[in-house]
């Protein structure tokens, strides 16, 4: 399974962003999928995921500002993010889980104040 994030990038805080990942290699819609970040000096932390059902799932930090989807069909996970503030800033990785976790590279969203 090989995971390819894309979208982020820097902006203003109050600003939105939105991040996609790519999977292939494997059936997309047997996994669930993720968001984590990882803040300099910090640990990895969970920032959203949605099961196959639709079902999801958010860090306390983010509720009601990200939002995470997927495309089945696309084989690809979203995670919109909206009313972004300086401590959001962090590299942000996606994650397929089935059983083991996939980890894909990692995308740098800096919000700056």
């Known amino acids: 399974v090989q995971l390819q994030a894309s979208g982020g990038g820097l902006v203003q805080a109050g600003g939105s962003l939105t991040l996609s990942c790519a999977v292939s290699g494997s059936i997309f819609s047997w996994y669930r999928m993720g968001w984590y970040r990882q803040a300099p000096g910090q640990q990895r932390e969970l920032v959203a995921t949605?099961?196959?059902?639709?079902?999801?799932n958010y860090a306390d930090s983010v509720k009601g500002r990200f939002t995470i989807s997927r495309d089945n069909a696309k084989k690809s996970v979203y995670l919109q993010m909206n009313t972004l503030k300086p401590e959001d800033t962090a590299v942000y990785y996606c994650n397929a889980r089935r059983g083991i976790d996939y980890w894909g590279n990692g995308t740098l969203v800096t919000v700056s104040s």
């Open positions: 949605i099961h196959s059902t639709g079902n999801t």
